[in-house]
């Protein structure tokens, strides 16, 4: 039966639902391969941040970036939004298979997708940028009301999200017009105004009103999550007990293993919902914003770095325990892994060509260096993002199964690394050939990408002579499948 969120049985609930919290966050933590090493890379997202949030207004004269102010405040709520659908929710504290022999409650699963919620490229990106906006446009008064703008429109992320998993469990449409509804309800123009004209005293009445808004959110969002948490998620139902028709047998064992990692890839919740949702978002905002030909060449980049943390930099979790099986196969390894690697490939470009598709409909039409800046940056990010994906999953496995909506390849602080480290490089790459592009330097532009990608091409055929040591395989199959 309901319960009243002032009711004594509710506000028992929360005191246990941050009691677990607390405790999951210790058995997180005391679980960590390399704890040193995370503590480097928390201090160093610190002075990131820190530096995102100061520098701006430092630099960058007065005015320059005001009219970029608008896009940065809806990117950061579209962004949010858009990831919390297509996550069911947002991200597992702990995985699903786990939670069912804990006691661990919807409101426990509500609050961990939120303290998990920063730990995401997009996240992050898309709060630094907001950050230096605000620095450059109204000063470092003016970052209060960016940080609470941050603090809200994740709440507001969190709590549509729930809400969009709530009506897919119940097959209802409707939940296709939240991001629009989510949009509707950010209070974009006085939070602009606040940061371009606003004082000091209606600066801090702008932020109060916005953590006052995240708190009711968490509240609304920890209300949606129970009421979820009591249907059965029916696209995950639906993809398991699905019937297939038998299809001819392929010509060659390639062929055949690409069928089955292809059809391991499009069958599963999480990656289908992710590689749609990575395809059209930047598409989405590259369309919105009509950006040009140089500054499409970095949309490859966010692509490509967001879909391979789909799955990418932990290849082998698609098998799970059918790795065993897998191994058992009368194929060479170096078959096994060209196939993965070819159905990486296939979600890289893929995702990264409709992109360009979406920002090229209001772009205007190319010089030659220009659409060859573009394409020779979406050759290049493939390439670093397929050696870097077939680099870790041997270096780096993780025991994982991603039935889940809201499963991901690997824990949350090693997909921190990830993220960044592939969105550093990805993003490198694209400002040298939007600029390259830009500049009509073709003559730099190619040596460029042959150097490049020479240089992950070496990577990956290092992979594969790694891949084919059976005492290295062995060890990265007895952790997914263990």
Known sequence: MPIALSSPEARSEVRRAVADLRHLLWFRAATLRRPRAVRVALAVLALVTVAAAT?????IA????????????VAVVLVGVGGAIAGGGGRELLARDPVSVHPISPVTDHLGALVLAPLSAGWLIQTWGLLGLVSAVGGPGALPVGVAWVVAATTLAQAIGWTAEYLRRRRVLAWLALPLIGLGLAPVPPVLAAVEHGDAVRRALVAVLLVAAAALLVVVGAVVAVATARRMPRDEARRETSHHAVRPLPSSDLAMLRRIDRASVWRSVPLRRGTAFLALAPGGVALAGGLDWSMLALMPGLVASGCVLLFGVNLWC???????WRETLPTRPRTVLLARAWVL????VGGGLLTLALGAVRAGRPTVAEAAAVVLALVVVVAQALSAGLRWSAAHPHATELRSARATPAPPLPMVGYSIRLAVATTLTGLLFGGLGAAGRLDLMVPAAVVLATASAARVVRAGRRWSDPVRRAAVVAVVAG
């Open 62 to 73: 007065p005015g320059e970036l005001d009219r970029l102010l608008r896009p940065g405040l």
């Open 55 to 59: 520098l701006p207004a430092r630099l």
């Open 318 to 324: 698609l098998d799970g325990r059918g790795l065993l």
């Open 345 to 348: 490939v296939e979600v890289l």
